[in-house]
């Protein structure tokens, strides 16, 4: 028997395994934690584009979490491409199973609250604490494609 709870505590997962215990059922308990990690993060980053690849790294490097909209597209040019790959890596990321449903975006525009009608974005932000999970992420792959290049053909 396989039984999912999605969303509950640790403690009521517990409590659950221990009444099946007292009927004499057999279940274990395994958890998914929500969220970022740094082996998450590094999944992301690779199943990028390189247009989406290179925002979030500006994201998160170049802005420590919140970057303008116009850098951006100095750089990349136009953004719909790009901030269109992030939004859908963790749509995929989910359904194959690399983590939770309903993990929120690392990456989210920002609208500009005076002008809220107008649907150009100002910036991009990431939240402070997984500033420097993204961070560890780059490095990983950073050093990855320096492992690789140095081994030659």
Known sequence: ????IKG??????EK???LAAQHHAELSISTVRPGWTVDRAE???RDLTAGSRQMA???TVDGDGYIKADHLRGVLGALNGPSNGLKRAVDRGARKGWWPEGTPAPIT???DPENPSWHQNIA????QELVPVFREAITRIAAGKKADDGQGD
Do not use: G, N, T
């Open 1 to 4: 028997m396989e039984i999912i």
């Open 8 to 13: 509950a505590s640790e403690e009521f997962a």
């Open 16 to 18: 659950l395994v221990a």
């Open 43 to 45: 999944r992301y980053l």
């Open 57 to 59: 790294e500006m994201v």
């Open 109 to 111: 525009p920002v609208s």
């Open 124 to 127: 991009y932000r990431m939240d």
